[in-house]
């Protein structure tokens, strides 16, 4: 067998698979301000398999802190960010990136009742 190679011919290397692609995907950023502040969201092809794994589940809160980075997301929510606007981001991040359609965030969990 041959050395590694990203072309199909011997051992599959998959940093180099991904090297290649990178060269020919562009490779924005994804700039959005939200109450006088900054931030960047990754190019969908450099997004954690965590983050993809948290849109999958339709988790979006996970999937902006996996994308923004723990520092960032709290500073985020911290300023006020409501469900709604978090759908609207995902809706556009999702264009951006190249996924047609992510799933809106889950409804949240209901309290479990105390009474009996």
Same mark, same amino acid.
């Given at each position: 067998?041959?050395? &590694? ?11 180099? *698979?991904?090297? @290649?692609?990178? !060269? %020919? /995907? ?23 398999? &965590? ?7 339709g988790d979006l809160e996970? *999937?902006?802190? @996996?994308?923004? !980075? %723990? /520092? ?34 889950r409804p949240p969990r ?7």
């Open positions: 067998m041959t050395g &590694a190679s990203a072309n199909g011919e011997g051992l599959f290397d998959l940093e180099a *698979a991904a090297e @290649a692609a990178a !060269g %020919e /995907a562009a490779s924005e950023l994804f700039p959005f301000t939200y109450k006088g502040s900054t931030y960047d969201i990754p190019p969908g092809r450099d997004w954690p398999v &965590a983050a993809l794994a948290a849109l999958a589940s996970r *999937a902006l802190s @996996a994308l923004l !980075g %723990e /520092a960032n997301y709290i500073k985020l929510t911290d300023a006020g960010l409501t469900v709604g606007q978090l759908n609207a981001l995902f809706t556009e991040v999702g264009k951006k990136a190249g996924f047609p359609s992510l799933p809106n965030s209901r309290q479990s009742s105390t009474r009996r």
